[in-house]
């Protein structure tokens, strides 16, 4: 039974373009929220993370929107780039261990 | 900062023998290590959750004599898996936790590919 579910499963963007990944969780016990993003035979790499009391936060073109009462949160790629193509997963965490959301696959044409 | 290394990084080995992995945190010391595994295009699974000196916490459905664990220091932190069978195949990640670092912050290895034959 997964805890966190993520949409869409893939994606694709043209260069330039904003990319938005959304995540839903249930369990109101949770209190981290990070995304990580990873390359074919690579480990997972923190981009982003947020706490429930703040609403956004926002590294360098990656974004993460948080909706408490929706117990909702997305991540928006914006202008995006070649590089950027991978897979990214959200994760949502309580006392010290993470569940992760099945993962989305963007592809960005150049 | 916040380096965790994984040795080694494939390793292919015949059905019946035990392979070791080791995760080490290069520039930080863990407090608490864990182990995922993860299947071509799924998300990761964790393992188990393994803490310096005590014995590891295994989730439901993971054998625990199968999937060896040991956490000798707070940067190293070994996964032995023993009697390898071909659906033993898999990607393993490991990642951990810095002790100075805020609550949930984890930082993954590279991963191993484990290829049993």
């Known amino acids: 039974q997964q805890q966190v579910k993520q949409s869409p499963q893939s994606l694709i963007v043209q260069k330039g373009g904003i990319s938005i990944i959304n995540c839903a969780y249930e369990n109101t016990a949770f209190d981290y929220f990070p995304w990580y993003q990873q390359f074919p035979g690579k480990g997972p790499a923190l981009l982003i993370a947020i706490r429930p009391d703040v609403s956004e936060k926002k590294e360098g073109r990656f974004t993460i929107s948080f909706n408490k009462s929706a117990k909702q949160f997305s991540l928006h790629i914006m202008d995006s780039q070649p590089g950027d193509s991978a897979t990214y997963f959200c994760a949502a965490g309580n006392d010290y261990k993470l569940s992760f959301g099945a993962g989305t696959t963007v592809t960005v044409r150049a | 900062g916040a380096v965790v290394s994984q040795h080694p990084s494939w390793v292919i080995c015949k059905s019946g023998t035990s392979v070791k992995i080791e995760c080490r945190s290069l520039d930080f010391q863990a407090t608490t290590m864990f182990w995922y595994r993860q299947f071509p295009k799924q998300s990761l699974m964790l393992m188990a959750t393994s803490n310096e000196g005590s014995k590891a916490t295994y989730e439901q459905g993971v054998e625990k004599d199968k999937f060896l664990i040991n956490h000798a220091s707070l940067t190293l932190s070994t996964l032995t898996v023993t009697s390898a069978h071909p659906e033993d195949s898999s990607f393993y990640i490991c990642?951990?936790?810095?002790?100075?670092?805020?609550?949930?912050?984890?930082?993954f290895g590279p991963g191993t590919r484990l290829t049993v034959l």
């Open positions: 990642s951990a936790s810095p002790m100075a670092g805020p609550d949930n912050e984890q930082f």
